[in-house]
């Protein structure tokens, strides 16, 4: 049930008054990133790589933090209508 309404049912976009196309770019990146840095963790524990493993611990919490971050900015950048 897809609508024009932001929120739950409507485009998240429109909650945050941001382009559609950056919206989806960052969350494409987002995803793609993530799922390159689980094959990398799986990699590293497959293959018993203590240093790997640690670099790759410590890259995913800096995106955590880099997400985080960007949630709390499209939550300031929120615009109320009414």
């Known amino acids: 049930m897809l609508s024009e309404r932001p929120g739950?049912?409507?485009?998240?976009?429109q909650y945050y008054n941001v382009n559609r196309i950056y919206f989806?770019?960052?969350?494409?990146l987002v995803a793609l990133f993530s799922?390159?840095?689980?094959?990398?963790l799986?990699?590293?524990?497959?293959n018993n790589n203590k240093v790997l493993f640690k670099k790759a611990c410590l890259?995913?919490?800096g995106l955590d933090l880099l997400?985080?971050?960007a949630e709390v900015y499209?939550?300031?950048h929120f615009?109320?209508?009414g």
Not at 35 to 40: C, S
Not at 42 to 46: D, E, K, S, T
């Open 8 to 13: 739950l049912y409507g485009g998240l976009y």
């Open 79 to 81: 615009q109320g209508k």
């Open 24 to 28: 989806a770019l960052y969350n494409l």
């Open 42 to 46: 799986i990699w590293a524990l497959v």
């Open 67 to 69: 997400i985080i971050i």
């Open 35 to 40: 799922a390159g840095m689980i094959v990398l």
């Open 74 to 76: 499209l939550a300031l």
């Open 59 to 61: 890259i995913f919490l």
